[in-house]
C-alpha cells in the first residue's frame, strides 16, 4: 500500500515538474512573460492572442545562468521520471519478486533529484540580467524582476522542489528506543520489528 503511495506521489511530481518546466509563466509582464524553456509576447489587453517560440537549443538560451538552471532542471526532470517509473514498477511487482524495504528502491536518487532542482531554481534568477529580460524587465538585476512580476510557472517549480525534497525523508524509517531495545516502525512492511541493543 505505502509502496504503491509513493509511486503515485513520485509520478505527481514528476508530472507538476514538467508542467512548470513547460510553463512560459515563470515571470511576466502585461504584454510577455518567459519560462526557462519558452516564452510568449501578446498585444496590450489580448493574452488570448499568444505567439509563444521554445528555445529549441541550449545555444538558442539567452544567459549561460539560465543554460545552466535549464541543464539542471531537466537532469532533476529525467531523474524524477526515471525514479517514478521505477517505483511503480517496484510498486506492482510481486512481493517475492522486489523485497519490500523501508525506505523505497532509490531513495539517493529522489535526494539528488530535489538537489538538482533546488540549484536549477536558486541559479535562474541570475539570468535576469542578461540583455535578453533587461529588453523585457527594464530595471531588472540578478534576483530582481524589474518590472516582471513572478509568474505561476515558477511558484509551481518551487512548491515541486519543496515536495520532491520530502519524498526521500517520508521513506526513511522511524526508530524509537525503549528499554535497551530498537523498534523499527516499518510501514513498508507493516510490522514492529524490536532489535535487542548489543552491549560493548
Not at 33 to 58: A, K, R
Not at 87 to 108: F, N, Q, T
Request: aromatic share 10%; net charge positive.
Amino acid at each position: 500500500m505505502l509502496s504503491s503511495m509513493r509511486a503515485a506521489l513520485g509520478l505527481s511530481l514528476t508530472c507538476i515538474s514538467a508542467l512548470s518546466l513547460i510553463s512560459p509563466a515563470w515571470f511576466q509582464t502585461p504584454t510577455f512573460s518567459f519560462g526557462i524553456l519558452t516564452y510568449c509576447s501578446w498585444p496590450q489587453g489580448d493574452s488570448w492572442n499568444q505567439s509563444c517560440m521554445t528555445f529549441s537549443s541550449l545555444e538558442d538560451i539567452p544567459d549561460f545562468a539560465w543554460k545552466v538552471s535549464a541543464v539542471m532542471l531537466l537532469g532533476s526532470w529525467l531523474l524524477l521520471a526515471f525514479n517514478a517509473i521505477f517505483l511503480l514498477s517496484w510498486a506492482v511487482a510481486p512481493k517475492g519478486l522486489c523485497p519490500r524495504g523501508s525506505g523505497g528502491p532509490m531513495p539517493g536518487v529522489q535526494t539528488v533529484a530535489a538537489t538538482a532542482m533546488i540549484v536549477g531554481l536558486l541559479v535562474f534568477p541570475i539570468g535576469l540580467a542578461s540583455p535578453f529580460v533587461k529588453e523585457v524587465c527594464e530595471a531588472s538585476s540578478m534576483y530582481h524582476g524589474g518590472k516582471c512580476q513572478l509568474g505561476w510557472g515558477y511558484i509551481t517549480a518551487i512548491l515541486s522542489a519543496v515536495l520532491v525534497s520530502l519524498l526521500p525523508i517520508i521513506s526513511w524509517p522511524h526508530t524509537t528506543k525503549v528499554q535497551g531495545r530498537t523498534i523499527i516502525f516499518s510501514s513498508a512492511t507493516e510490522r514492529i520489528i524490536l532489535v535487542p541493543e548489543m552491549n560493548k
